[in-house]
Nanobody
Framework: VQLQASGGGLVQAGGSLRLSCAAS????????SGWFRQAPGKEREFVAA????????YSADSVKGRFTLSRDNAKNTVYLQMNSLKPEDTAVYYCHAFRLDTLTNFWGQGTQVTVSS
């Protein structure tokens, strides 16, 4: 599975962005997917994840109530809607997918999100 992330950019605090992650080269329905992020000088951290059928989502406490993760299996795409953005959300966001039957992780290239105060 190849993952292509898009949608990052510069936004003021309180604003919104929507990240997209388009998958190709595999069966998207077989993978759980989500997002991680890495701020300068920090380790990569979990942001949100969604199960293969989109029935269950998981979010880091730091983004609960502000970020919403969804997926469209017909379009092989995962979306991260980010609202009420804060300067501490500034990071490179990485799309991620996980195939349970083969224990394989897939990573997309990062997309920069910068939130100005």
């Amino acid at each position: 599975v190849q993952l292509q992330a898009s949608g990052g950019g510069l936004v003021q605090a309180g604003g919104s962005l929507r990240l997209s992650c388009a998958a190709s080269g595999g069966t998207f329905r077989r993978v759980a997917s989500g997002w991680f992020r890495q701020a300068p000088g920090k380790e990569r951290e979990f942001v949100a994840a969604i199960t293969r059928n989109g029935g269950t989502t998981y979010s880091a406490d730091s983004v609960k109530g502000r970020f919403t993760l969804s997926r469209d299996n017909a379009k092989n795409t995962v979306y991260l809607q980010m609202n009420s953005l804060k300067p501490e959300d500034t990071a490179v966001y990485y799309c991620h997918a996980f195939r349970l039957d083969t224990l394989t992780n897939f990573w997309g290239q990062g997309t920069q999100v910068t939130v100005s105060s």
